[in-house]
């Protein structure tokens, strides 16, 4: 069975090494003795972190937020693939929506950087999703379509199983400052829609195992509504993840509804 992730992206927070540190010790004291046997989560803190994060608590994979496409070289300022996995990080996102709309990545670009992902055996999140206006004039679906294409086309079924896609609508990031979820409804479309799409352009196997997270605004009183009762198979938390004691909430929360369905 597919573990229940539970992806924190501490994005650029944590500015000092007793940052850090303190924020290590929290999710240490926080997981400690928690049996949680469906669920699984990855922590993707800043660059500067990786090597303090090295030895996160049990159910924890170390994640981080984004590299570059190239192994090495001439890429002043960036981060490779292969200097991630030499950290001991296991999990990359990819195309998160504050790397496309601030730094103009583009639907290539981030392809390049799950191909240079999977050579080095990293398991890709890729970001995906539609904008506010998007919505409005009811292209969602277009525009997911699109991404998928450029993430997956030409991958065989191996590769394509191993990368995670998250399903992040940009108007729910906590940070849009809309203040809206979606409904459960409304990710179970697009979660239909994601596996339709596989379906057609692989297989229905592939359509059933290919992992599909949530994203935007997650904390312990919607997680239900914006994971399991969609049918995704898990989440990706942005501010709520730094606060360690509520990752492991959700995770518990998580671990119980797994249980509850054994
Ligand atoms: P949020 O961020 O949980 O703060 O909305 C999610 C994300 O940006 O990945």
Redesign the pocket.
């Known amino acids: 069975m597919k573990a229940f992730l539970v992806v924190g992206?501490l994005k650029m927070n944590l500015l000092t090494e007793a940052e850090g540190e303190r924020y290590l010790g929290e999710l240490k004291k926080a997981a400690y003795g928690k049996h949680l046997s469906g669920v699984q989560g990855v922590i993707a803190p800043p660059f500067i972190h990786l090597y303090r994060f090295a030895h996160l608590p049990t159910h924890f994979h170390l994640g981080a937020q984004d590299m570059h496409w190239e192994k090495s070289g001439a890429a002043t300022g960036s981060i490779s693939s292969s200097m991630l996995k030499h950290a001991g990080v296991e999990y990359v996102l990819l195309g998160?929506s504050?790397r496309r709309s601030t730094l103009g990545e583009t639907d290539a670009l981030v392809r390049a950087k799950v191909d240079a992902a999977l050579r080095e055996n990293l398991v890709p999140i890729v970001?995906l999703g539609e904008t506010r206006e998007e919505r409005e004039r009811d292209t969602t679906t277009t525009v997911i379509a699109r991404q998928l294409e450029a993430t997956f086309a030409g991958l065989s079924l191996l590769q394509a199983e191993k990368v995670i896609v998250a399903y992040?609508p940009r108007w729910?990031?906590?940070?849009s400052g809309t203040g809206l979820i979606p409904s459960t409804t409304d990710i179970f479309q697009v979660k239909v829609f994601i596996r339709k799409w596989f379906t057609e352009h692989f297989d229905a196997k592939l359509a059933e195992r290919v992992r599909v997270l949530y994203?935007?605004?997650?904390n312990s009183i919607h997680l239900g509504s914006l994971s399991w009762e969609a049918e995704m198979d898990g989440v990706?938390?942005?501010?709520?993840s730094l606060f360690p004691r509520e990752l492991v909430k959700m995770m518990e929360m998580a671990e119980r509804h797994i249980q509850s369905l054994a």
């Open positions: 992206n998160h504050e970001c992040e729910a990031i906590s940070t994203g935007g605004s997650v990706l938390v942005g501010k709520e």
